[in-house]
């Protein structure tokens, strides 16, 4: 399996207080993801990244930044975690953006 | 309407049993097609990619039909470790020289003994 590690595994933060999550690859893959996913909406894209300090949005970007100074690293950032925001984060890789990902094995966020 | 669309089952089905999911996209636009496997609590696994011409990899077929903007899979001799959601995915350019994936709801499969 590709080289690729998300920490914390298990999160639990008050509403209001802002939350980092990283990603870690040892792949040199371009591309890093991060999708969050809820029941009853699959995975959606918060932001994504296609090289060092390159980032864009991805279609639920509200509340989270990015930040991507090293191949190797792709950082989300909640500035205010709200309830809403409790979910699972996945991060993702990929060689090329037209190839399948790969994906880091979650980061279970609950905001109280 | 929804860019990937799925039945979200379950399909409960017995061991041996072949078993057919169905997924339609909305973007014409769309280049590259995967089946996603995702167990409970886990990530999603790349199951295999969908081409054109069909491809098969064991007991899996995996078949795209462009003008109808429909991909299917097949899974013959189910066993009870297919147990998982199976996630529909589609790739379309998003601007920037960069592809996005999309992912459908995913439909759940349980395997009974």
């Known amino acids: 399996d590709a080289g690729i590690t998300q920490s914390p595994r298990h999160k639990v933060t008050e509403t209001g207080t802002p939350v980092t999550l990283r990603c870690h690859q040892t792949?040199?893959?371009?591309?890093m993801y991060w999708y969050r996913q809820d029941p009853g909406h699959g995975l959606r894209l918060i932001h994504y990244?296609?090289?060092?300090?390159?980032?864009d949005k991805g279609e639920v970007s509200d509340g989270y930044s990015v930040s991507r100074s090293k191949t190797e690293d792709f950082l989300l950032t909640l500035e205010s975690a709200t309830s809403s925001q409790t979910s699972v984060y996945f991060c993702?890789?990929?060689?090329?953006?037209?190839?399948?990902?790969?994906f880091g094995s979650g980061t279970r966020l609950t905001v109280v | 309407r929804k860019e990937v669309e799925q039945d979200p089952g379950p399909f409960n089905v017995p061991e041996g049993a072949t078993v057919a999911f169905n997924c339609t996209y909305s973007?014409?636009?769309?280049?590259?097609f995967f089946w996603y496997r995702q167990d409970c609590r886990k990530e999603p696994k790349l199951l295999m990619s969908?081409?054109?011409s069909g491809n098969e990899d064991g007991r899996f077929t995996a078949q795209l039909n462009r003008a109808s903007q429909y991909i299917s899979l097949l899974i013959r001799d189910s066993k009870l470790s297919d147990s998982a959601t199976y996630l529909c995915?589609?790739?379309?350019?998003?601007?920037?020289?960069?592809?996005?994936?999309?992912f459908g709801k995913g439909t759940k499969l349980s395997v009974i003994p």
């Open positions: 993702a890789i990929s060689e090329s953006s037209v190839y399948g990902y790969t």
């Open positions: 792949e040199n893959h371009r591309y």
């Open positions: 990244s296609y090289g060092v300090k390159d980032t």
């Open positions: 973007n014409s636009a769309s280049q590259s």
């Open positions: 969908v081409y054109s």
């Open positions: 995915v589609v790739t379309a350019y998003s601007g920037a020289g960069s592809y996005q994936l999309t």
